[in-house]
């Protein structure tokens, strides 16, 4: 069995360890240390939780102990995907170095520039950055990595995912050819393997686990839900998952809980305050400050369950997380492995539960394609579909509009139909009519008696002549175009002239006229 003292580390490097409690290194370890202390470049590839950290910052110290850096000019590199990662690599680093005179610097967002650059200026042996926060520096003229010695990027499968492999091409430009490379991740991709035979120089390769397995410390299970309206999917799953810590009671000592998005990481943990549960939210948009607290209260047992999202599915070094629950299924297969791996670490023992949909099918065939291994699953029970008042009212909102719509159709369509289709689409209003009603047409004048005008000279004619003139007026076809529309239909044709006809009022005037 190899045991630390035997991998020729310096004596206050195993000092430190001796201090820790670790006596016999992990396999990653066991296998990076040996080349990385003759020199050579080291590619390891193991599942996270295995002590990867150590296994690049025990020989970094051990080969940084002879020499002093110079201002602006770091001795060493170390790239790591996030802020919380970064900040893991520096506590490990103050951890093995602490019986050394050796110096550090931390680069991430979030902290003021003067800070950092203040310790950039006094010269560090170390430096530990995110590539974004690195690459600010460097262009403000304030970091000049010509003396870089030994160069370490973590986690660079993550590093892909969030896109920062054309910033990490780019460092790799900026340090020396002669520097010393130390390259680890947890799967190798086809652009991980590109940029290992572009910049490692026959590296020693170190893959102590088969790639993308998860632990086998890792008790998984997987409950599916049946399908139901989107509007009620994240309130069943939410449901769910309180139902699942309830039934797991107090093996449930802490817990990580992972959401794909940052607005489902913020809407479950207020989900889980409501009801009791301790939690608290994690994710990018969160300043530095406030995450680092939350990271501090989980680790000190003041926080029962940690919501977060990818952004904390590495770097998190939490020894005795006892659960993970995945409240989303992770969109890349990869981060299924991660995700989990928070639990289980060092031989612990873990249990990492996941809550499906019938959606998610595809993204848990490539899970466990990934893995090589069927997920068990678990007992949903009577898992019924919750309908909230929100969504009865939408079912009933979406009946009412529906039958409007139907009404307002059936009258557009009755009334763009001529008068004589709508009565026959109706026989029994026909034969219910007399046949003297048909015959007797309806006399419209009274329908607008407005329209009438009154002549004002006009003598009052006598009652044999207004009757056989009203009678005339009923007979004759009525005109239904032209201006004055209403005047016509109530005077009656358009009067021409007199002709022979001369009226009985007129020669009642000359008679008159005669006599007198």
């Given at each position: 069995m190899i045991k630390f003292s035997d991998l020729k580390l310096h004596?206050?490097?195993?000092?430190?360890?001796?201090?820790?409690?670790?006596?016999?290194?992990?396999?990653?370890?066991?296998?990076?240390?040996?080349p990385a202390l003759e020199g050579r470049d080291v590619l390891g590839i193991a599942q996270t939780g295995t002590g990867k950290t150590a296994a690049f910052t025990m020989p970094m110290i051990t080969l940084l102990n002879r020499g002093r850096a110079r201002a602006r000019m770091p001795r060493s590199l170390v790239l790591a995907p996030t802020r919380e990662l970064a900040a893991q690599v520096a506590e490990n680093f103050d951890l093995y170095a602490k019986h050394t005179k050796l110096t550090k610097a931390l680069l991430i967002g979030g902290v003021s520039f003067k800070e950092q650059d203040a310790k950039i200026d006094r010269g560090v042996d170390v430096l530990i950055a995110t590539p974004g926060r690195l690459l600010d520096h460097f262009e403000r003229g304030k970091l000049i990595l010509s003396d870089v010695k030994v160069m370490v990027v973590d986690?660079?499968?993550?590093?892909?995912?969030?896109?920062?492999?054309?910033?990490?091409?780019?460092?790799?430009?900026?340090?020396?050819?002669?520097?010393?490379?130390?390259?680890?991740?947890?799967?190798?991709?086809?652009?991980?393997?590109?940029?290992?035979?572009t910049f490692l120089s026959n590296p020693e390769r170190i893959e102590v686990a088969r790639q993308s397995s998860a632990s086998a410390t890792i008790t998984q299970l997987l409950f599916e839900l049946p399908g139901t309206r989107r509007d009620a999917q994240a309130k069943q799953k939410r449901d769910f998952l309180r139902k699942l810590i309830d039934q797991e009671g107090e093996k449930v000592t802490n817990g990580i809980i992972f959401c794909n998005r940052k607005v489902d990481v913020d809407i479950v943990a207020k989900s889980l305050k409501k009801y009791g549960h301790d939690a608290e939210p994690i994710h990018g948009d969160l300043d530095q400050s406030h995450r680092t607290r939350t990271l501090e209260?989980?680790?000190?047992?003041?926080?029962?369950?940690?919501?977060?999202?990818?952004?904390?599915?590495?770097?998190?070094?939490?020894?005795?997380?006892?659960?993970?629950?995945?409240?989303?299924?992770?969109?890349?297969?990869?981060?299924?492995?991660?995700?989990?791996?928070?639990?289980?670490?060092?031989?612990?023992?873990?249990?990492?539960?996941?809550?499906?949909?019938?959606?998610?099918?595809?993204?848990?065939?490539?899970?466990?394609?990934?893995?090589?291994?069927?997920?068990?699953?678990?007992?949903?029970?009577?898992?019924?579909?919750?309908?909230?008042?929100?969504?009865?009212?939408?079912?009933?909102?979406?009946?009412?509009?529906?039958?409007?719509?139907?009404?307002?159709?059936s009258r557009s369509r009755s009334s763009s139909k001529p008068k004589d289709e709508v009565k026959a689409d109706a026989p029994e209003t026909v034969t219910e009519t007399k046949p003297e009603a048909k015959a007797k047409p309806e006399p419209k004048a009274k329908s607008e008696p407005k329209a009438k005008p009154e002549p004002r000279a006009k003598p009052e004619p006598k009652a044999s002549e207004a009757a056989s003139h009203d009678q005339s007026r009923d007979t004759q076809p009525r005109s239904r175009g032209g201006k004055g529309r209403g005047r016509n239909e109530d005077r009656g044709p358009k009067v021409v002239g007199l002709g022979d006809h001369l009226p009985t009022f007129i020669e009642k005037s000359f008679a008159d006229r005669r006599t007198d």
């Open positions: 004596a206050k490097v195993l000092k430190a360890i001796e201090e820790v409690g670790y006596t016999e290194p992990t396999p990653i370890q066991a296998g990076a240390i040996p986690e660079a499968d993550r590093m892909l995912d969030m896109g920062f492999i054309p910033d990490i091409e780019r460092i790799f430009q900026m340090t020396p050819f002669t520097r010393q490379t130390l390259f680890f991740s947890a799967t190798m991709a086809p652009e991980i393997e590109r940029i290992t035979n209260g989980f680790r000190d047992g003041k926080i029962r369950f940690l919501v977060a999202s990818d952004v904390a599915a590495r770097g998190l070094d939490i020894p005795n997380v006892s659960h993970v629950f995945n409240f989303d299924v992770p969109g890349h297969a990869e981060d299924y492995v991660h995700r989990i791996g928070r639990t289980g670490r060092a031989g612990r023992s873990g249990t990492a539960m996941m809550i499906s949909t019938p959606k998610d099918d595809k993204l848990l065939a490539a899970i466990e394609n990934l893995i090589e291994t069927t997920i068990p699953r678990g007992d949903v029970g009577e898992q019924q579909a919750p309908v909230s008042k929100a969504s009865e009212a939408d079912v009933a909102a979406d009946s009412k509009d529906e039958r409007p719509k139907s009404r307002s159709r």
